[in-house]
């Protein structure tokens, strides 16, 4: 089976304070074959990059509006002028606010809402064609079922 890849490269800022933020440069990555999610790698100039993975829904809701609770919240705003999209994470590691280009992430979306449109990513993972394929009967079926009516007689 084919899957779609789609990827972007792409500078955040590390929000520290009101007046200082320090560039991250990140990928945005999404699979066909995990519909549902979005990958963030964030490299932050260690040994191992660190990587995030949520729902696209919430990414997709937080560009026009606040969303998220818990771990991941997202939400739109104006910094000097220019539409951003902020990320506030947090983990037992520590929290992070990103920043992140409004009209970037947004025409990146777009890409992955091409490639697997809303309402269709469970007929990506083939959830419907498992589940008939295991609970289709089976020639050894048949034959428990013709023993079981025939042990009592």
Do not use: N
């Amino acid at each position: 089976m084919h899957h779609t890849v789609v990827e972007r490269e792409l500078e955040l800022k590390l929000i520290l304070s009101p007046e200082r933020s320090i560039p991250v440069p990140a990928r945005l990555g999404y699979r066909s074959d995990d519909p549902f999610a979005i990958h963030v790698t964030f490299h932050i100039g260690s040994d191992h990059p660190v990587h995030w993975t949520f729902a696209r829904e919430l990414l997709v809701e937080g560009v026009f509006r606040p969303c998220g609770h818990g771990d991941v919240r997202v939400w739109p705003t104006k910094v000097a002028g220019r539409g951003v999209v902020l990320m506030a994470l947090s983990s037992p590691d520590g929290d992070a606010l990103l920043e992140a280009p409004a009209a970037r992430v947004s025409a990146w979306l777009e890409r992955t809402l091409r490639a697997v449109p809303p309402g269709s990513e469970a007929e990506q993972l083939g959830i419907d064609d498992g589940l008939a394929e295991l609970l289709a009967s089976t020639p050894a079926d048949d034959l428990w079922l013709r023993d079981e009516s025939t042990d009592g007689e």
